[in-house]
């Protein structure tokens, strides 16, 4: 019998589907990554973990947050994002993935109902499966969606805490979710609204904290901010009420069970808070990226969007992966992206735009895309 049978089956099921995954390395000029503001290579980031090493903060943590892998690099970012996010209290994960596991499967309780939108991400519906709240899924961005769900719900009886969930933009597609009138059937129905802020943290608000940097502070939000996007690091900051912090200490078996972050990626993303609040420039720099990219891309096909994610959707599996292969020849790091990570039927071309392509990069990509489609 051969090792790994079913899962051979399963390779040569996806290579027969032209679905089959694989990873190369980073080659062209990118239009692929989540680098927003191009602080992946940021020298005050570098600095700042030079300057960390020198003091003599530690590279690993040696163990979980609970089991002596506590740092006071840890904690000091944790009040710092705190203090500039308006929340009353923050916790640091590895990563979005692992936080988002510990949001939705700690926070909702058994009895409860978790309305999420139907594209939420693929971590908060693992977090969801392993919680113990009921779960219903309520048509992308369709706010009197989730306000029906809601509705429907109490009558049939249901009489635990209700959870909204959005991302306030989504990756994929890069549009906005609805957040001030979610914001107000949250407080309708009493219920509490988790908005994913991965791709909006660093790039959108007055000060570059995310599309809810205006409902910090109220009670019933707990807000994701990613630290592996526009903030160029790893790691991720749930942020919400007083009793957020304590409780996921105890209940998230994410957080629980996993060694803690390296302090020195604490020390880089508490930097990149600094960098985001003194450069507001970055952020000026993108959107003019951005509006020149909308507009001329439009010639390609690729509409508008309102945000740095411009989605060019082709339909075909095929088409679309020959496409993104035609662009990687042509020197353009554009990735194709396929079901399941999209619908079936809405294969497509994800262009990204960061610091890290220039406007001059931007018309060439437009003018390499035109001789592809």
Not at 120 to 133: F, N, P, Q, T, V
Not at 149 to 172: F, K, N
Request: with cysteine.
């Amino acid at each position: 019998m051969l090792a790994l049978q079913a899962h051979r089956a399963d390779l040569s099921r996806l290579r027969e589907a032209d679905r089959l995954r694989g990873l190369r390395p980073r080659e062209g000029v990118d239009f692929a990554s989540n680098d927003y503001l191009g602080l992946a290579k940021s020298e005050r980031l570098r600095g700042a973990v030079a300057d960390a090493l020198d003091r003599g903060v530690a590279i690993g943590s040696g163990g979980s947050r609970l089991l002596r892998g506590n740092d006071p690099a840890h904690e000091a970012l944790e009040a710092q994002a705190a203090a500039a996010f308006g929340a009353e209290t923050a916790l640091f994960f590895a990563n979005g993935y692992t936080a988002n596991l510990a949001a939705f499967g700690a926070l909702p309780q058994r009895g409860d109902l978790v309305v999420h939108d139907a594209l939420i991400h693929a971590s908060a519906h693992d977090g969801m499966r392993l919680g113990r709240a009921e779960t219903v899924a309520a048509a992308h961005n369709d706010a009197q969606a989730f306000a029906d769900a809601a509705a429907a719900w109490r009558r049939e009886g249901g009489t635990g805490q209700i959870w909204l969930a959005v991302e306030s933009l989504y990756s994929m597609d890069g549009d906005l979710a609805p957040l001030n009138e979610l914001s107000e059937i949250a407080t309708r129905f009493e219920a509490n609204l988790l908005i994913d802020e991965a791709h909006a943290t660093g790039v959108f608000g007055a000060r570059g904290l995310g599309l809810a940097e205006n409902l910090h502070h109220r009670p019933n939000v707990i807000a994701l901010h990613t630290c592996g996007k526009a903030l160029g690091c790893e790691g991720a900051l749930l942020c919400g009420p007083a009793p957020l912090r304590e409780f996921l200490v105890n209940r998230a078996r994410s957080f629980i069970f996993s060694t803690a972050p390296s302090p020195l990626m604490a020390v880089a993303v508490g930097e990149a808070l600094r960098i985001v609040a003194d450069e507001p420039g970055r952020r000026g720099e993108l959107w003019r990226r951005v509006v020149h990219a909308e507009q001329v891309l439009a010639g390609c096909g690729v509409a508008a969007t309102g945000s740095q994610i411009l989605p060019l959707v082709i339909g075909d599996d095929a088409r679309t992966m020959a496409a993104a292969g035609a662009l990687h020849a042509a020197g353009f790091d554009v990735r194709g992206i396929r079901p399941p990570t999209v619908p079936a039927g809405t294969s497509r071309l994800r262009i990204s735009l960061t610091l890290n392509a220039t406007t001059d990069q931007i018309d060439a990509l437009a003018g390499a895309l035109k001789v592809v489609l």
